[in-house]
């Protein structure tokens, strides 16, 4: 969004970030197998297409590498104040006035909202209390040593499926708790060759181009079974029942790893190494809810008591709580919480009446497919142009606009008070 904003001319904006450093997600989740689930030739800017990446699915160092390059290639860096988390935003009539955690009252025309969603970690409500390390897979504790450790894994979720195996073979004995299976596809990933690499880089953006746009429209497939008909989604249903059923050769266990549900009602995960790993020796997959936490161990609904040294959750993010919870007054008085009181929504997923020149990246009802970068892409141009007319560079103060921020609303040409 801050590059669209500078290419349009706009550069009296600055991004408020909660944290010390770009990176967002990226930036946060360093647990073991983290990596985009999405192919990485789709999972960039458009307009900045990178023909290096060293895997299909690229690894979460080289995502975070890309961001930051970014940030410094287009000049954003400048315009990012770190370690300003916005707790407040009031719209006054004209403008929003703008509050950080550390005191700090800017005001601005317009603020776009880009505080993404998978930044606040959903623990499960469980009685008792566990002694040992326990830690989300968000929030990684890489000072705890698994080696020969009893852990208990809760959830089965996108982050689970990555760090699962990574963990089962140093573990003593991995207990893995599953509330609702999910369906999983094949992952195709590979090492992308010198070669490849080498052809990405030909003279102009044909090569990369055509190679991202053939994976979007692999995975647009699925778009015509949510939004068609869901018997469409058969084809993808049987590629995850073929890819169980080759992975995963006891009855029993293939049977509580099926889920009972339309596959696309729940996201689609993808992974070659996480069926696997549930075949171990040393590892469990518990289908019945938790009930109790005692220091070392879960107890399980039928009384069964699964010893642990350590608790790891992988339970996913507060999603939509990311907006709600937040302090944002709109015109009159109107809080988002009452005016989303009746259901989260906004128009396009963007702006929601009663709130002038508030603006979400990841607004309700976005996130529903694998092409989230892609819409963003196409997001922030029609942005732009909504915002007012941008300032001339040499000029005063000019008109105050917002920015992106990686974590927080950003504001733009703003003036503290």
């Not at 549900?261 to 549930?278: E, H, M, N, Q, W």
């Not at 302090?327 to 963007?350: F, N, S």
Request: aromatic share 10%.
């Amino acid at each position: 969004m801050a590059i669209k904003l500078k290419e349009s001319g706009y550069h009296d904006f600055v991004i408020l970030e909660k944290a010390e450093d770009l990176g967002g997600t990226w930036r946060d989740n360093t647990y073991p197998g983290c990596a985009c689930d999405v192919p990485s030739h789709m999972y960039s800017y458009s307009f900045e297409l990178n023909p290096a990446w060293s895997r299909m699915f690229s690894p979460q160092e080289e995502i975070w590498e890309y961001i930051r390059a970014c940030g410094w290639k287009y000049g954003i860096d400048p315009h990012i104040r770190y370690g300003k988390h916005v707790v407040s935003l009031e719209y006054l009539g004209r403008e929003w006035e703008i509050t950080t955690a550390d005191g700090e009252v800017m005001r601005a025309n317009a603020v776009i909202s880009a505080i993404g969603a998978l930044h606040i970690p959903k623990f499960p409500e469980i009685a008792g209390r566990f002694a040992g390390p326990s830690f989300h897979s968000a929030e990684w504790d890489h000072s705890v040593d698994l080696k020969n450790k009893r852990v208990a894994v809760i959830g089965t979720g996108a982050s689970a499926v990555q760090f699962v195996p990574r963990i089962a073979p140093e573990a003593a004995h991995l207990t893995l708790f599953q509330r609702t299976p999910a369906w999983i596809h094949p992952k195709p990933d590979f090492a992308v060759s010198p070669a490849m690499r080498q052809a990405l880089r030909l003279p102009g953006a044909g090569p990369p181009r055509a190679l991202r746009n053939g994976i979007y429209w692999a995975l647009e497939t699925r778009a015509l079974g949510f939004a068609v008909d869901p018997r469409l989604m058969k084809m993808h249903e049987r590629l995850a029942l073929r890819h169980l059923e080759r992975q995963v050769p006891d009855r029993e266990l293939r049977r509580k790893l099926t889920p009972d549900y339309t596959i696309g009602c729940k996201r689609i995960l993808v992974s070659s190494d996480f069926y696997p790993a549930l075949s171990r020796e040393n590892v469990t997959l518990v289908t019945e809810g938790i009930t109790e936490l005692r220091d070392h161990a879960v107890v399980d609904a039928t009384g069964g008591e699964h010893p642990a040294d350590v608790v790891i959750y992988g339970t996913g993010f507060r999603v939509t709580d990311a907006l709600q919870e937040q302090r944002i007054v709109g015109r009159e008085g109107l809080k988002i919480q009452d005016a989303w009181q009746d259901g989260i929504e906004a128009y396009y997923g963007i702006t929601t009446a009663g709130f002038p020149n508030l603006f979400f990246l990841l607004g309700p009802n976005t996130g529903l497919g694998p092409h989230l970068g892609g819409v963003h892409d196409r997001v922030a141009g029609p942005l732009c142009h909504g915002l007012p007319a941008p300032a001339v560079e040499d000029g005063g103060e000019g008109d105050r606009t917002s920015g992106p921020s990686g974590s927080e609303p950003s504001t733009s040409g703003c003036r503290s008070g």
